[in-house]
């Protein structure tokens, strides 16, 4: 009978170790994953405002051409 309470125990014991193990895994990946949500969402919101100076960029240019157009048909070239 003491054999049999002794086993149980450590098996208990050992069930209790082998879950802390994995709450700590989960705990860490819970982490984890957060990080990776915060670089999306900072990549994301990078990549946005890159597009949007891009556009800014490109209507610049057009508008520059223009100019230059403008200027070059003026003096006749």
Same mark, same amino acid.
């Given at each position: 009978?003491n =054999? *049999? &309470?002794s %086993?149980?125990? @450590? $098996?208990m =014991?050992?069930?209790? !170790?082998?879950?802390? @193990? +994995? %709450?700590?895994?989960? &705990?860490?990946q $819970? !982490?984890?994953? !957060?990080?990776?949500?915060?670089?999306? &969402?900072?990549?994301?919101?990078?990549l946005l405002?890159? @597009?949007? =100076?891009?556009?800014?960029?490109q209507?610049? +240019?057009?508008a *520059? @051409? !223009?100019? +230059? =157009?403008e200027l $070059?048909?003026?003096?006749?070239?």
């Amino acid at each position: 009978m003491n =054999d *049999l &309470v002794s %086993y149980i125990f @450590r $098996n208990m =014991d050992a069930t209790d !170790k082998h879950l802390i @193990r +994995i %709450y700590k895994a989960l &705990v860490h990946q $819970n !982490k984890f994953n !957060k990080a990776v949500t915060l670089f999306s &969402v900072v990549t994301a919101l990078n990549l946005l405002a890159m @597009r949007a =100076d891009s556009k800014k960029m490109q209507q610049e +240019i057009a508008a *520059l @051409r !223009k100019e +230059i =157009d403008e200027l $070059n048909e003026s003096e006749g070239v």
